[in-house]
């Protein structure tokens, strides 16, 4: 047990994916794992492990924002051993060109500050993706035939953003999407030694000002279980 996961040390996978809803953890959980059990209810931010294809995986919600998914990752990564992170969440599109419905495979994330500012100071460090799981995971998009784009995304620390002027400028720069926890999982990852990705389907656009229907949400959701899980045992 750790102070935010209630879970037995072998009750984690090496293999975790991280929504940022504890209700889509459960909705996963249910919908793509044998044998799921509940192992983490603190909070109210479920955890779930189970098996996959054989292999055993463990869904956590991580909370919205970059200092949630820190506590998560953090004792997920040094007090369970997790050894492969995968963020399935929604993100906004930032480009005419990426639709909804659309999954962003985010090879780098971008941000205006993360909890890891405080170690990093004057460094910009540039939080990557893992390779291995970024060019599996496109080979798994590529093969259910839905749109999908690999590039930079956006942390950022804010839904209701009073700053238009750092979006444009993130537009200008070619950034797909934005949402608010890659870039510390990546920080993290980096830190630790352990892989990363995030998978995001794209659920509003912020130029086009379109939404995903709620209807549709669980189906795109479900796309993207399904290339985590296949990426992250490639
Ligand atoms: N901003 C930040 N995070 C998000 C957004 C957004 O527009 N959409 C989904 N996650």
Redesign the pocket.
């Known amino acids: 047990m750790t102070i935010h996961i209630g879970a037995t040390p072998g009750e984690i996978a090496e293999t975790v994916l991280m929504p940022g809803d504890p209700l889509r953890a459960e909705w996963a959980a249910q919908t793509f794992l044998q044998n799921a059990t509940c192992v983490n209810r603190v909070r109210g931010m479920l955890g779930y492990t189970g098996t996959w294809r054989g292999h055993l995986v463990t869904i956590q919600g991580s909370g919205m924002g970059m200092p949630s998914l820190s506590i998560y990752a953090n004792e997920l990564i040094r007090d369970y051993g997790a050894k492969t992170l995968i963020r399935i ?4 599109a930032m480009q005419k060109h990426v639709e909804i419905r659309d999954v962003i495979l985010a090879q780098t994330a971008s941000s205006v500050s993360t909890p890891s500012r405080g170690i990093f100071r004057e460094l910009n460090f540039a939080p990557c993706a893992n390779f291995q799981l970024l060019r599996a995971a496109a080979d798994a998009a590529e093969s259910k035939g839905i749109g999908w784009h690999v590039g930079g995304i956006y942390s ?1 620390d804010v ?1 209701y953003d009073e700053r238009p002027d750092l979006n444009e400028q993130m537009i200008r720069h070619g950034i797909l999407g ?3 926890e890659a870039a510390e999982l990546y920080n993290l990852a980096a830190r630790f030694g352990v892989r990363a990705l995030a998978v995001l389907t794209v ?2 656009h ?1 130029i086009t000002e379109e939404a995903l229907p709620s209807e549709d949400r669980e189906r795109s959701f479900g796309d993207m279980v399904e290339i985590a899980l296949e990426a992250a045992f490639a």
């Not at 969440?89 to 906004?92: R, V």
């Open positions: 969440g929604s993100c906004g950022s839904f934005v949402e608010m659920s509003d912020l």
